[in-house]
């Protein structure tokens, strides 16, 4: 830890650290799980304010989802995905969650996936359009900056528009299923 380094820095380095683990060529998933091994505990980060230790233990669930989906860990994946959405239910990490719930069929976690995708959507459209615009370009650079990750983000995009309806049908198909027969 550098000198001087807040507690809050030090989680924010932290958190970039095990992302760019995840986000290099070759991710290295065990790797980055130990970097953020410090704060898995979801325990608020000691010396920094309630709402940026919730944001900071947001992107720590999302990077801990990330790294589990990374090893093919999928319900374990869900798992922290559905922590992140504790904190807050909109971000970058909802596809990958509910697509994950969706391809592994991991039926504890349709509503609340529905749920959050829902939420996540409301509160995209609810950003004010140049937010919206500056997020778009930036989500455009970094996949610019990453040629490797670009056909797996545009696969998860075109499947994402159907999420929703794939979604409600599988609740639906669960509820039939657990119906009594007379």
Known sequence: MPPN????GKAIRTVFRAANVLDAR????????????????LD?????????SDNLLHLI?????????????????????????????????????VDTVIEHR???????????LRDSKEAWSNTPLPLR??????????RLKRP???????ELQHRA????????SRIEDVKLTDSPID
């Open 5 to 8: 380094e807040t507690a809050s």
């Open 61 to 97: 669930c999302s990077i801990a989802g990330d790294a589990h989906r990374e090893a093919n860990e999928h319900a374990l994946a869900a798992d922290w995905y559905r922590r992140a959405s504790e904190y807050r239910r909109d971000g970058g990490y909802i596809n990958f969650y």
């Open 44 to 52: 608020p980060i000691e010396g920094v304010p309630a709402e940026k």
């Open 106 to 116: 991991l039926e504890t976690h349709y509503v609340h996936a529905l749920e959050c």
């Open 26 to 41: 070759k991710p290295d998933p065990p790797r980055a799980l130990e970097i953020l091994s410090p704060y898995l505990d």
């Open 161 to 168: 528009k159907d999420f929703d309806s794939i979604l409600v």
């Open 133 to 142: 615009a500056i997020g778009h370009i930036c989500s455009f650079v970094r």
């Open 148 to 154: 490797w990750g670009i056909k797996p983000y545009r």
